[in-house]
């Protein structure tokens, strides 16, 4: 049988699960319809911003969205969008 790697993440949430931290969910259409207007309001674009980027920073963003197929609106919002999530550090020295 192949064994299966998982990241210390999984990990955690595996020895939860073997621990009995997990409940049922009671009303599990009501939890689903809650989560589901929660990542409607979450994904909603519904706020205009305006900045001011140094030239250099517009035309490397500019180039990385262009090597990513995707516009560089979009680049600069899935960016600020991982960084507010915490998927997205700061790189210290």
């Known amino acids: 049988m192949k064994e ?3 990241d210390s993440y999984e990990k955690e949430i595996l020895d939860s699960f073997d621990r009995d931290e997990f409940t049922p969910i ?3 259409k009501a939890e689903l319809a809650k989560l589901r207007q929660y990542a409607r309001a979450t994904m909603q674009k519904n706020k ?3 900045i001011r980027l140094s030239e250099r920073d517009l035309i490397g963003l500019q180039t990385k969205a262009l090597e990513e197929g ?3 609106q979009t680049l600069i919002s899935s960016v600020l969008h991982k960084y507010v999530r915490g998927a997205l550090a700061e790189k210290h020295a």
Request: charged share 35%; no cysteine; glycine share 0%.
């Open 26 to 28: 009671k009303d599990k």
């Open 70 to 72: 995707l516009p560089y």
């Open 48 to 50: 205009r911003i305006n």
């Open 4 to 6: 299966i790697l998982l």
